[in-house]
């Protein structure tokens, strides 16, 4: 197959470069390891109930982002969840089903991760763990970097870019996935990230969300605190998290609980470019950030300003 634009990554970042390339009329091919779109967009079913147990929530510093958020709000795919003096909006059915609606009309490979790239006459060669997936002109990253880098090392290819992505780096993030025998107070909105136990960053209530028939709950835990035990095994880490827990939550209340491991959580250190590249060899996400960024940090924002952002430079070079 062979396409004007391979997107690596169907996450926010690669959803809206897919977008803008494809409005354009180019051919776009969107390739991801998952079984679904979406990265650290993601939702869970647990049983019957529901869990977001990747990004919780956007907000929104950019009036470019604004206007996209609220056309979404009006198509039913996001809604304000709360927040002062920031809002927090969340997706409808799920952080995850936001991306899925983005990314309907893209041509996709899912169940595939690319190891392997390689610099033809007639473009790039992207190889699967199969054997070659894809021919294209012009090929766009989104994963973590170390992801990225290990690609390129391994198809010694993009050698002025891996310094670059060098420079970022990642915390990780335990997230303990519950479903409870009965349904849970711990606010309003069902967010809490105050006054928590030492290594705890947050607690959520998906059924007070809006998003789970089911009493369901993510706690995510602080990177140090995670980075600190990701050598330990799952049952280890999620008997931690419990103990932790246990003054909002008592063990005979939990009915299921599973673990998720993100070992690229969030950038510690991101890069203030919204994208680079060598060449038709592009890299971007939400690591990557304008220079006059309001926030100073990595969230979903910044992969959407991202993406947009190496969309619109593969144009403009095409």
Request: charged residues 25%; aromatic residues 8%.
């Amino acid at each position: 197959m062979k396409v004007d634009v391979a997107i690596v990554g169907a996450g926010m970042a690669g959803v809206m470069a897919a977008s803008v390339v494809q409005q354009a009329g180019k051919d776009v091919l969107l390739i991801d390891k998952g079984k679904s779109v979406g990265g650290r967009m993601a939702t869970r079913r647990v049983e019957q109930g529901k869990v977001d147990h990747g990004a919780q929530f956007f907000t929104v510093r950019t009036e470019d982002f604004q206007r996209h958020v609220d056309q979404w709000v009006v198509n039913g795919q996001v809604k304000e969840w709360f927040g002062d003096p920031y809002k927090r909006y969340c997706g409808t059915d799920g952080m995850n089903g936001l991306i899925k609606y983005l990314a309907k009309d893209v041509e996709k490979k899912l169940n595939a991760r690319i190891v392997q790239i390689s610099k033809e006459t007639d473009g790039w060669l992207l190889y699967d763990e199969q054997g070659e997936i894809a021919q294209a002109n012009n090929v766009i990253f989104t994963p973590p970097a170390p992801q990225i880098i290990d690609i390129l090392k391994d198809s010694r290819e993009g050698n002025d870019l891996v310094p670059k992505l060098q420079d970022i780096t990642f915390n990780p993030c335990f997230v303990a996935i519950l479903k409870l025998h009965e349904p849970i107070n711990l606010s309003d909105s069902g967010h809490l990230d105050e006054y928590l136990p030492d290594g705890m960053e947050r607690m959520v209530d998906h059924q007070a969300k809006g998003i789970s028939s089911l009493p369901t709950v993510s706690i995510y835990m602080e990177g140090t605190w995670s980075k600190k035990h990701y050598e330990e095994n799952d049952d280890t880490v999620l008997q931690l998290i419990l103990e932790k827990a246990s003054t909002y939550i008592h063990k005979d209340d939990i009915e299921v609980k599973q673990l998720k491991r993100w070992r690229y959580a969030e950038a510690k250190t991101t890069l203030k470019s919204p994208f680079i590249n060598q060449d038709s060899l592009y890299v971007a996400g939400d690591a990557f950030l304008h220079e006059d960024d309001p926030a100073g940090r990595t969230r979903v924002e910044s992969a959407f300003l991202s993406g947009i952002a190496v969309g619109n430079a593969v144009l403009n070079k095409a």
